[in-house]
């Protein structure tokens, strides 16, 4: 293949900020104006998979990019075609993604040579959990490394049906709090136990009780055998006093439902608490 570093020195002084001071050709390279603020990553690389898509990533510190190719040919990939994907940014423990139809931006490979590969790339309107958003501009990569990657087997768990139907509801100071997100785990290996979670965007239930127990009620505390938490914004209070009551307990199905109430060392008062689960 016939060399054109040259050309793509001299193509990405005209296209990249005019060759200013703050835009480097370093060998290797990859960059990018993110918000208007220079992004120069440390390290740098391009991983090939048997599948024939191409991943190039970066970092710096605790900034991060990556963006998934479907191909390794020269030539342009969009968002907006499906070409390109999997395109993140991370900044802080904060992780802006590429949202389909709502993100747009594209990749263009100019060379492959050497095992190394240049282009350019610009990114629109990432958006992270909260609904902000990132732009990146100028981007460009220069003689990154291509690796062979592996693509790691994925394992597949069957899942228990009564955790896919899981629920918990409660009422919190009066106010009826509905969770969103629940999980439900076995832990320790002698007298083991079962804990499960549930919570919103605010709040956050955890109840503690072993994995062997019968229906019947049950007195909640702090910590032991019987034990509750609530947190309010990531503010957790043990229990100081309450009531579990186990309707049923199937440990063939691994299905468990019951009620709660308790109030917390913080004053919260937990009451009509109900819970549907699977572990």
Known sequence: MIRITTLFMAVA?????SCSTDVQINNPALQAKVDGELFRTVSKKAMIYDDGTLVISGSEGDKAISF??????????????????????QKDQTKFVAQQGESTGEVNIIEINNNEISGNFYFKNLKDS???????NNGWFYRVPIEEGIIEEVVTQEINPCLL????????????MITDDHSAQLFGVDNASILIKASNIE????IVFPSNVAPGEYSLSGSGDYSATYSKRKDKS?????TLIINE??????CISGTFEFETRSGAQISEGLFDFGY
Request: include cysteine; charge should be negative; proline fraction near 0%.
């Open 13 to 17: 002084c005209l296209i990249f900020s």
């Open 68 to 89: 998934t190719i479907s191909s390794t040919k020269m030539g342009t990939y969009k968002i907006s075609q499906e070409t390109l994907s999997k395109v993140s940014f």
């Open 130 to 136: 909260n609904g902000n958003s990132s732009n990146f």
């Open 165 to 176: 139907n899981a629920s918990l509801t409660a009422k919190v100071n009066g106010f009826e």
């Open 203 to 206: 709040d956050e239930i955890e």
């Open 238 to 242: 043990s229990v100081l006093s309450g």
């Open 249 to 254: 307990h199937n440990t063939d199905s691994k």
